[in-house]
């Protein structure tokens, strides 16, 4: 309605963006580093321009077929966080089966959904929390340890019949239901997903932790936001001869360290990072990383050496 066109909004138009500030800067070739989706725009812009490009750092990368999860790999990760858990005492009495205690919340709803009263501005309103809703909001807070141990609590609150926790997290300032920002829902949309991964995707979710929510809103648009597809052509393996590092987090609840190795497989010779304990984001806490991302850049190699973040803190003091 406002005369912009959607289109516009996908990871090649970004790519091409970038091959135009390199010609721009007057440069043969540029460096790139990003994390989360600049790892996907940064393998578009290996893949589709790759004399522009040199070196590539890739933080808690997401692949050009990996923008809806793997419900399996969501489940692999919650096993992550049991055995971390399970090395702090406290932790482990109060989650002895996240897994288990998930499954119950999640079918408990299922049978029964609960109709939560929040409050919104001076109002209030009743949201209705289905088995989705609960998956959503879960799925959107998996990021880092700090956030997980969040979503681990409100588990816990709704495994003693208290869903307030997620009721909080689903309202709207405005009291919509769904509100969606064009530039992410054009690029995961364009992006889109590969029709055997979708079908592998439908194949895991029904006896998965969080079902397809990892795959909202790609999964759920039907033909609404079909035109914007990419095709498949974008999203089909490639394979580079790129110098490039991957910085793999352990406890990375968005992007999964099998996947980061799916990723690595696409390249000669990768720098592969493992960082033990390292969320989505935190993984760039450690000095002793960061001191590896500059000898990349200077040298093109750096140590592979596991580095360990210090465990998470499951439980509140």
């Known amino acids: 309605a406002e005369g912009i066109d959607l289109a516009a909004y996908t990871t090649l138009e970004s ?12 440069v043969a070739q540029l460096d790139l580093w990003g994390i989360s989706y600049g790892t ?31 419900p399996l790999a969501t489940d692999a990760f919650f096993q992550r966080v049991q055995a971390s858990i399970n090395s702090d005492s406290a932790a482990r009495r109060l989650y002895p089966d996240v897994p288990a205690m998930i499954r119950r919340v999640v079918a408990r709803a299922a049978a029964a959904p609960v109709t939560v009263r929040v409050a919104i501005g001076a109002d209030s309103t009743d949201i209705v929390m289905g088995p989705f809703e609960l998956q959503r909001i879960a799925a959107d807070r998996l990021a880092d340890p700090p956030a997980i141990a969040g979503v681990l609590a409100l ?13 909080e997290r ?5 009291g919509e239901p769904i509100f969606l920002d064009p530039m992410p829902l054009g690029m995961d949309a364009a992006s889109g997903v590969s029709a055997s991964r979708r079908a592998r995707v439908l194949a895991e979710a029904p006896a998965a932790l969080l079902g397809d929510a990892l795959g909202w809103p790609v999964l759920h648009s ?10 498949e052509a ?16 352990t406890l990375d609840g968005r992007t999964y360290p099998e996947e980061h190795e799916d990723i690595a497989s696409s390249f ?12 989505h984001n935190t993984v760039l806490s450690s000095p002793d990383v960061q001191a590896r991302l500059k000898a990349f850049f200077a040298t093109g190699n750096a140590s592979d050496a596991p580095v360990s973040l210090p465990a998470p803190r499951w439980v509140s003091p």
Do not use: W, Y
């Open 155 to 167: 588990f816990a609150r709704a495994d003693r019949g208290d869903l307030s926790g997620f009721g």
């Open 15 to 26: 790519a091409a963006d970038l091959d135009d500030l390199r010609a721009a800067l007057g």
């Open 170 to 174: 689903a309202q709207r300032r405005t």
């Open 268 to 279: 000669r010779a990768p720098v592969f990072l493992r960082v033990v304990n390292g969320g």
């Open 40 to 70: 996907h725009l940064a393998l578009a812009a290996l893949k589709h321009f790759p004399t522009s490009f040199r070196r590539a750092v890739l933080v808690s990368p997401e692949g050009l077929d990996h923008s809806v999860k793997s």
């Open 234 to 249: 974008f999203r089909a393996p490639f394979r580079s001869d790129h110098r490039v590092m991957i910085v793999s987090g």
């Open 222 to 231: 039907g033909e609404a936001l079909a035109d914007l597809d990419l095709g």
